[in-house]
Nanobody, 120 residues
């Protein structure tokens, strides 16, 4: 129905940067919101940042000023620019998308996750 593919994770030293991407594909009529979540070992999944169809964004307090979310509507792609990374940012990052398809109505889709490891 709707597929999400994340990319851009990896190993980076503290203070470094990474850029995550999430590309949505399928029978999509409209995307209402795209959100990044993360889950560290032994912890619950938490919201990192989200962006709506009209460009409004929100961030977890822990990443404000360091992470920037953006979206290319024409390509149904979302990005997360992560700067000044800290070891506590280490987690699997997941993309979530809410919207509507042409044929099946509303959807709520998750990507497979991409690992981000911040370590020296």
């Amino acid at each position: 129905q709707v597929q999400l593919v994340e990319s851009g994770g990896g190993l980076v030293q503290p203070g470094g940067s990474l850029r995550l991407s999430c590309a949505a594909s399928g029978n999509i009529f409209r995307i209402n919101a795209m959100t990044w979540y993360r889950q560290a070992p032994g912890k619950q999944r938490e919201l990192v940042a989200g962006i709506t169809s009209n460009g409004r964004s929100n961030y977890a307090d822990s990443v404000k000023g360091r992470f920037t979310i953006s979206r290319d509507g024409a390509k149904s792609t979302m990005y997360l620019q992560m700067d000044s990374l800290k070891p506590e940012d280490t987690a699997v990052y997941y993309c979530n998308t809410l919207g509507t398809t042409f044929q099946y109505g509303a959807f709520n889709s998750w990507g497979q996750g991409t690992q981000v490891t911040v370590s020296s």
